[in-house]
């Protein structure tokens, strides 16, 4: 049986600020994000535009992706949306 992989995304908010989640189904997240249901953070701040997604095999890693993203400042997360790893 094989798990469905995990995904980080960052979003960009409609206010410019970004948010990152995660999730094993990424466009079931992104109609809760838009219909208001999804994280607190981002209800009345879309609509939103996926800025970076990544894939990897399991909710550990991506928990600790996402802590590391979340941890980078607004440069750093710029950087790496655009094609310039930090």
Avoid at 23 to 47: F, I, V
């Amino acid at each position: 049986m094989s798990a469905k992989p995990y995904v980080v995304y960052v979003l960009e908010c409609a206010d410019g600020t970004f948010y990152t989640g995660i999730t094993t189904d990424l466009n079931r997240r992104l109609r809760q994000h838009e219909s208001g249901e999804g994280a607190k953070y981002t209800r009345g701040r879309g609509p939103f535009i996926v800025r970076w997604v990544e894939t990897g095999p399991d909710r550990s890693w991506a928990l600790k992706r996402e802590r590391e993203i979340k941890r980078m400042s607004r440069r750093q997360k710029e950087r790496l949306m655009y094609g310039m790893e930090v």
